[in-house]
T-cell receptor, first 112, second 115 residues
């Protein structure tokens, strides 16, 4: 089982739609979780951290289920500008440092 | 602040050539790292540094060297380029070593093609 798995998509959704992405991770020692956004031919940028209690940032809601080793991202009222690839990222700490493991990403296209 | 800068933006090499990808940050970040991103793959860690004078290997270090003589700079050297090293290379930095407390900032990337 890959360390971080995501559905690659693409997800093609109309403007205003709600879309959800899922991610699973295999290492139960993982400690922190993130969603990054990567626009075409650009660098990844942090979208939001994911907390155990779930967290919301405007139209974006992230959820974490440690028992099932599962992370989700919900985007409400999709905008054209949300079109991007969304990367699920998991952090493990050890030996005085940390390691981030990136999923392959889920591509979202929001259509007018 | 310029953030994380990388040069060059694009590079074409022939097999066997060597070159250095430059990375610099002006945020006084302690932790810097190099990733490669290949089509259909997640970003993979090549090397990282927890501070000046300290470097360590990541997931895919073979064929690459790094050094960290200053806090600001973290160059990545390809010793003898191979077609398998064709990729997009991203440099990243974080204030401290924990992504859970500090945001990781990425440079704009270097697109490398090895013929």
């Amino acid at each position: 089982r890959k360390e971080v798995e995501q559905d690659p998509g693409p997800f093609n959704v109309p403007e205003g739609a709600t879309v959800a992405f899922n991610c699973t991770y295999s290492n139960s020692a993982s400690q922190s979780f993130f969603w990054y956004r990567q626009d075409c031919r650009k660098e990844p940028k942090l979208l939001m951290s994911v907390y155990s209690s779930g967290n919301e940032d405007g139209r974006f809601t992230a959820q974490l289920n440690r028992a099932s080793q599962y992370i989700s991202l919900l985007i409400r009222d999709s905008k054209l500008s949300d079109s991007a690839t969304y990367l699920c990222v998991v952090e493990r700490s050890g030996a005085g440092s940390y390691q981030l493991t990136f999923g392959k990403g889920t591509k979202l296209s929001v259509i007018p | 602040n310029a953030g994380v800068t990388q040069t060059p933006k694009f590079q074409v090499l022939k097999t066997g050539q060597s070159m250095t990808l430059q990375c610099a940050q002006d945020m006084n970040h302690e932790y810097m790292s190099w990733y490669r991103q290949d089509p259909g793959m997640g970003l993979r860690l090549i090397h990282y540094s927890v501070g000046a004078g300290i470097t360590d290997q990541g997931e895919v270090p073979n064929g690459y060297n790094v050094s960290r003589s200053t806090t600001e700079d973290f160059p990545l050297r390809l010793l003898s380029a191979a077609p398998s090293q064709t990729s997009v290379y991203f440099c990243a930095s974080t204030l401290t070593r924990a992504a859970s407390t500090d945001t990781q900032y990425f440079g704009p990337g270097t697109r490398l093609t090895v013929l």
